[in-house]
């Protein structure tokens, strides 16, 4: 017979209903997952994925390893709660098994040990753990303390702005505030009455024995700490504490390949539910610069949770992506903004029947400026010049009279409608006969790449550039300039070129790094996603954005994009230029190219080109 | 609205009207429109009046239709117009009168295109010399026949038998005016009252007792419009600038549509006929069209001439409704009667329209 | 009961502005302000990607839509591609896309209503 | 001491003398009215910062002190030239010797009851923007002829300019700029109304004027039709209808307003003319007084001696005209010190 008192009945009750609510939840869930991906969890479960997703549950649920490299000291407040929290229980449970030598006891014996067990002197390990758990405990009330003080104070923590609570959550807030404290007393006071403890429960019971009727105030203190674990536990599924559960959860689907599609479905749940709240999204969203306070990603996750996402949280966004970039749940944050966006808009179909016939030309690369390169004349030009100047037989596919790639539409959430024109666009490029596709446009290139399948090569100027020049193909000097790269949003966080643009313009430029770049490159403000912000708040987004790439006084800003290179020229102090202007620039201009005419296209000029090589 | 405005504006729109001796040049059209509304005039002048206008049997078409519909050339045209003032300086004539407002309108263009090209002027007289052996005078004064009327409008009402009074109400009758547009719209200065307010009309119903109603579409063309209808094609043109009229006259409930034009008053009559059969929709009182009439029929019907001396039988839109109105009696069973008491045919009923 | 002489009476095209309405408009410009700004110079129409093709004229569509006309834009809105140079052109800072995007939301609605109109009959 | 004479006491004949005096020679001016100011006297508030004309007019007045000789309600009856001066003969009486003479018999506005097609003298409820701002000066309320609030109203521009019909081709510059100045001041008046611009170009020349028509627009929710007038019809409840082409729709256009407001252009005063024989000056088409140079010598005349200021040289701003007066003022001194 183990030891029982009263006095566990909320933890107790309190836990199992927790239990039986995550279960139901998450099995309806993961049964209501599309069949691929369940097929995907199925396959995964007995897998050594299952082994890496426990890693990263280790890491990041309780060590919050992300938290810390954004920010040490929230960092330490997570790990403090949650990998305390977790080592209480299990040296807990430790001390528990050495104790009654093996055997398995009810799952409240080892959180109220030293309410059953104060002071055993036959239990030779009991300064061990005492000192243990009394360390650990410290470790939480830590967390405790800077949980507090960054409700009261955010600032403390370099952060601009928190989370804002509701209802639910300020129930659940209050029972987990007072757990640790309450055990703390409890196990002071209980010390106080029959010994046990150390530095931190024995020094305290010691010391509260001086002032205070011990011996009636441990009992209730075991009750207040029992019914504050209870009550965290009924709250918990529902207020934001879910994420904590939610988020191994997570990490599991994550591991075995489950991901955002088009539409929402139950793992969008899944991750919304993730969300810890945490709020590091909203100083990362430029959005801020513009006083745009509302639309952050924790708000939008919020209402999407609360189901009723308006046209303001969904459109009002950048879709820069650097709030996934730095989301330390690693919720995919701009799929699911992009999903509500389709849920939100009108699909309609045959809405460009008007277009038909645009002209085939064959050839061996095709080159599709997009719409805004058609606003940038210079990239035009540097791009012709360059594609004249590799002898390879290209067709300027847009040159004319092109139609838009379909990523405008498709952010916007119109998928039919972008499918329409892509299917468009693919006729006229599978009937080329093209090997390889390259645009001067990342937001083009994003589509072109992940939704047309082409089934041939599909590259951004700045990777056909980089190809030309390593093959020989155009011959670039070396300039002066102090350069900024900055990557567009489409083309680093959105299709993961960081680095061909880079080693590009080293060939010519001296590129200088800045704090934000790469993974946590900017935003111009000029993006095509947010459909909502008006041009004055763009501008003061542009204008930040500049401030931080131009902080090592460069003497150039170099983009890859025209939509970029159009927002930056507007404010920049310093030109603006987009990877094709700068190569073209450098390129060593041989007699050769200067002749080369219009018709300068086809086969047998690359032979001549070979000659004059040699 | 200031009538102290339009007065003032009216002033500076006057012109010479000859006062007796004129030359009368009928129209193509008006013949098979409206039959009697030239003899009626030639009977007010003479009979009532006891003017000397003379008429030619000789004389043609002044081209106006063919020269608005552009099929003959500014030549063609002015050697025409200079047979019909050789024709008027033969009879020994000067003041010339227009029946047709489109030939007023055209007579005014040329004389004012030969004033400031006497070298056209000179290649006319060229031409009709060569094609007539015939010379000519320009003539003195230049008027339409509404002009004449208007000019004697007060003794001609001093003559009324029936003032354009409803008999009904005591009040007077609220009549909508249409002046044609080649009146005054291309030469505002030859008309009377101008372009924007002419007069020439106002000042008959004024003084036969009636009450003029502005109403927003009044400067809008009836719907002729040569090239409009002449061409099957554009009739639907046609038909819409009239029911553009209608339906802007309507609410303010008019008695009856006075003109000024061979072509308008055809226009605004029969369209309501066939706006009727097209639509369903008739703008009179009771189902009934607004009567339309000529400034002629309107002066015979002041003087108290039998209405199938006017030639009312031959409208398509009921004036029996006016006449009743007025107070003017009218014998039915003489409607479809001949001058020479020989029965001339009755048209088939409307499905829509209401008739006698 | 029409009689057939052969010829229709045409269509009036003026713009009778107190017999339309203009809460599209209305609607529009609270979903979008900067509607407002629009001084119909024309330079997004001259852009326009759909324009190469069709008669899509953003200029003329919100000129339309001041004036009541709001048929011929609901009928029209969806050619557009979203691509968005119309908004780089701007010399008035009208925020185009999200204009077009408003349009076609409460273009949907008005047919929607509509409709509805439609099936209460 | 020399003596310079200035026909016509408004904006340009004031500043010039003021500026004359300065320097330090004896000026009379001859002003046909009552009192000195011109257009200005009738005029409410000033584009584009909606200052007072009335503000304006008293600094103007405030600066002609006692040494410059004024002759109100007087006329120019004969002028004679010797070799070395001007001999002046004024209706009351007077004759002056003076060695230059500068004309500022500034405009007229034109009237709009020329424009028959738009009603005024014949609409209740058709006014002109010089009617307007008499009524803002008068602190009148703007209202139809039966006293109600217009509900919606239109503004008219070009009235009298660029109209060959109306027998003026030219620009009369500042109407754009008062329309949408009386625009604004109308909603500022009548926030519930609606009113619509009839234009067909908006010449927003000057400093700050794009910006006031942006405001316009945007804060104020007025709005601009690109047609021009054809022709105005009074409804029997004394509303007008308006007839014009929405040129960018490429359709005709209809509307009902309560109230029309005409902008009437700047045409060549009678009494230019009127000067024009006595000084035996030259006038051009326009009826505004050729210059001797349009960039260099634009407030020379055709006579060596007589020299032209302000709007009777063409349409001009109150700040043009002005600046006209004080280049007017430097290039008689000039003169005179030959």
Partial sequence: MYQFDWFVLPFAVGLIYLMIALFVTYARWIKN??????????????????????????????????????????????????????????????????????????????????????????????????????????????????????????????MKKTT????????????????????????????????????????????????????????????????????????????????????????????????????????????????????????????????????????????????????????????????????????????????SRYHQSIQKENSFSYINDLGVKMADVIFFAGCMTHLQPTILKSMVTLLKASGECYWFMDEVSGICCGRPMMLAGKEAQARELIAKNKAMIVASGAKTFVTSCPICYKVF?????????????????????????????????????????????????????????????????VSQEARQGLCCGGSLANIKINNTDRKKITYEAINLLTENNPDLLVTGCPLCKKAFAQLSPIPVLDISEVVSMSLVQKKYYVEMDEGYQSAKHVESFAEIQA | ??????????????????????????????????????????????????????????????????????????????????????????????????????????????????????????????????????????????????????????????????????????????????????????????????AEYPYVLVGMIEAFGGEVVDYPERRHCCGFGFRQYIVKANRGFSIASSRKKFESMTPYKPDFILTNCPGCPYFLDRWQYAISEMEGITYGENGHGIPVLTYEELTGIVLGYNPWDLGLQTHQVAVEPLLDKIGIPYDLSQKYLGSDGEFIGKPEKPSVLKVY | MAKDFGYTISCDRQIDFDKLSRSMYLEVKKAEPSVDACISCGTCAATCTAGQFTDFSLRKFILLLRRGDSLSVIQSIDKCMLCGKCQLVCPMGVNTRGLIYSIQVISRRIECRNRRVVNKM | MKHVLVIGGGVAGMEASVRLSQMGYAVSIVEQSDKLGGKLNRWHSLSPDNSNASDLLGKLKSQIHQGIHKHLNTEVLSVIKNKLHFVVGLSDGTDLKTDAILVSTGFDVFDAQKKEEYGYGIYDNVITSADLEQIFRDEDELKTTSGTAPKRIGIIHCVGSRDEK?????????????????????????????????????????????????????????????????????????????????????????????????????????????????????????????????????????????FVAGACTGPKTIENTINDARAAAIQISEYLKQ
């Fill in chain 2, 1 to 194: 609205m200031k009538l102290e405005g339009k007065k003032t504006l009216w002033k500076e729109y006057q012109k010479e009207i000859a006062s007796d001796n004129y030359f009368y040049a009928r129209s193509c059209i008006r013949q098979n429109f409206f039959p009697a509304s030239e003899t009626t005039f030639l009977r007010v002048l003479r009979e009532e009046l006891g003017k000397t206008i003379h008429e030619d049997a000789r004389h043609t078409t002044c081209t106006g239709i063919v020269y608005h519909s552009d099929l003959v050339t500014i030549e063609t045209t002015m050697t025409v117009i200079a047979r019909q003032f050789s024709l008027m300086t033969q009879s020994g004539y000067l003041n010339y009168v227009a029946s047709c407002i489109t030939s007023f309108g055209l007579y005014t263009e040329i004389l004012d295109m030969w004033e400031h090209f006497p070298e056209m002027e000179q290649k006319a007289r060229e031409m009709l010399w060569k094609a007539t052996k015939r010379e000519f005078e320009k003539p003195k004064s230049l008027a339409h026949a509404s002009d004449i009327i208007y000019k004697f409008r007060n003794e001609i009402a001093a003559k009324s038998k029936y003032k354009l009074i409803n008999l009904n109400t005591g009040q007077p009758l609220k009549v909508v005016e249409h002046i044609g547009c080649h009146y005054s719209k291309m030469f505002p200065h030859k008309g009377i009252g101008g």
């Fill in chain 1, 33 to 158: 997952l599309p069949e691929n991906e369940r097929k995907k969890v199925r396959s995964g479960l007995f897998s050594i994925k299952s082994i890496f997703a426990v890693k990263e549950v280790f890491l990041e649920s309780l060590l919050h390893r992300k938290v810390f490299k954004v920010n040490p000291l929230l960092g330490y407040m997570h790990m403090s709660l949650a990998f305390g929290w977790f080592l209480l229980i299990l040296f807990g449970n430790w001390e528990c098994r050495i104790f009654y030598h093996g055997h398995l006891s009810p799952p409240y014996i080892p959180i109220f040990f030293r309410y059953f067990n104060p002071h055993p002197e036959t239990f030779v390990y009991e300064r061990f753990f005492a000192l243990l758990m009394d360390i650990t405990l410290l470790v939480v009330l830590s967390g405790v303390l800077l949980a507090w003080t960054k409700r009261m104070y955010s600032r403390f923590f370099g």
């Fill in chain 1, 164 to 339: 804002v609570l509701k209802p639910g959550d300020k129930l659940a807030l209050t029972a987990l505030w007072v757990i640790f404290p309450f055990r703390f007393l409890a196990e002071s006071f209980t010390s106080a009455n029959f010994g046990g403890g150390h530095f931190l429960t024995g020094s305290a019971g010691t010391f509260f024995a001086n002032f205070l009727p011990t011996q009636y105030l441990a009992y209730p203190a075991w009750w207040a700490y029992s019914f504050a674990l209870g009550l965290f536990f009924v709250s918990l599924p529902y207020s934001r504490y879910m994420h904590i559960p939610t988020e191994i959860v997570l990490i599991f689907l994550r591991n075995y390949g489950v991901s955002e599609k088009k539409k929402f479905s139950t793992f969008t749940k899944v991750e919304i539910n993730s969300c810890s709240r945490c709020g590091v999204c909203i100083d990362q969203c430029q959005l801020t610069n513009a006083d745009i306070k509302d639309v952050q990603s924790v708000y939008f996750v919020q209402s999407v949770r609360n189901n009723n996402v308006n046209s303001e949280k969904s459109l009002n966004c950048l879709m820069c992506g650097r709030c996934d970039a730095i989301c330390p749940v690693g919720i995919d944050i701009a799929s699911i903004r992009q999903a």
């Fill in chain 1, 449 to 513: 790449n992940e939704e047309y399948d082409l089934g041939i090569e599909v590259l951004h100027h700045s990777e056909y550039l980089l190809r030309l020049v390593e093959d020989g193909k155009i011959e670039l000097t070396s300039q002066h300039q102090k350069a900024v790269y900055h990557d567009p949003c489409e083309l680093g966080r959105g299709s993961g070129i960081y680095n061909q643009p880079r080693e590009l313009l080293a060939y010519s430029l001296k590129l200088q790094s």
């Fill in chain 4, 166 to 306: 109306a027998g003026h081709t030219y620009c009369s510059q500042v109407c754009c700029i008062t329309a949408v100045k009386q625009a604004i001041e109308i909603k500022e008046h009548l926030p519930d109304s609606e009113v619509f611009c009839f234009y067909m170009d908006l010449r927003m020349f000057g400093r700050k004027f794009e910006d006031i028509y942006r405001d316009a627009q945007v804060k104020h929710g007025i709005q601009f039709i690109r047609g021009r007038l054809s022709e105005a019809f009074e409804n029997p409840d004394g509303s007008v209808m308006l007839k014009a082409e929405d040129t960018l729709l490429g359709k005709p256009l209809k509307m009902n307003v309560d109230k029309v407001i005409l902008m009437v252009g700047m045409i060549a005063s009678a009494k230019t003319k009127k000067i024009k024989e006595l000084l035996n000056l030259q006038i051009e088409d326009d009826g505004f007084y050729s210059i001797a140079d349009t960039h260099y010598e634009s407030t020379k005349s055709s006579v060596p001696g007589i």
